[in-house]
């Protein structure tokens, strides 16, 4: 079953505004991580936040991860008509040896020009 | 700097049918994964190997078969198409660390 679930589904928003998506995951994770896909392409990593890490920086993103709610957020600031895509949070779980990923169902982002 | 390679691009298949998608990696990742992406879904876990030789199941493996014979190939067969299996399928290898993904494989079965 899915693990994340983001939170909006959809969002839309003026360019130059600030996005948040949020994400929730139900086990115990190794790490968690963001991914972006450009409609009918593949995704494409955008930041990795280790379960003993709070917060990461990437350019324009913010990554913040809560264990104890078992939530992420990410924050794109200043967006740009370029940002428009779909945004998936996905977690390793701890003790996986797999490393596999487990995914949300993604939260679509339109930046308005 | 190709990444990770997926071919075909696009597949039409009458039920039935069968075919193997090609997954090829040139980073020396160990492990290799394959997706399958439905509307409005995530992406959600077929098959994975965790290196040479080695395959496992993952969330959604029935109607799916896999093989890893060389490090950086990872094949993924169906051997007798249903319409259910219609999506978008995507490799990606991995380091441990993030993931690199192929730019997906549309397959639809009539």
Redesign the interface.
Known sequence: SQQGEEDPQALSIQEGENATMNCSYKTSINNLQWYRQNSGRGLVHLILIRSNEREKHSGRLRVTLDTSKKSSSLLITASRAADTASYFCATVDSGAGSYQLTFGKGTKLSVIP | NAGVTQTPKFRVLKTGQSMTLLCAQDMNHE?M?W?RQDP??????IH?S?GEGTT?K??VPDGYNVSRLKKQNFLLGLESAAPSQTSVY?C?S?N?????????TRLTVV
């Open positions: 492990y994964y997706y409005g879904m995530g992406l959600r876990l994975y965790v496992a993952g969330e995507f990606a991995s441990q660390g993030s993931y690199t993904f192929g730019s997906g």
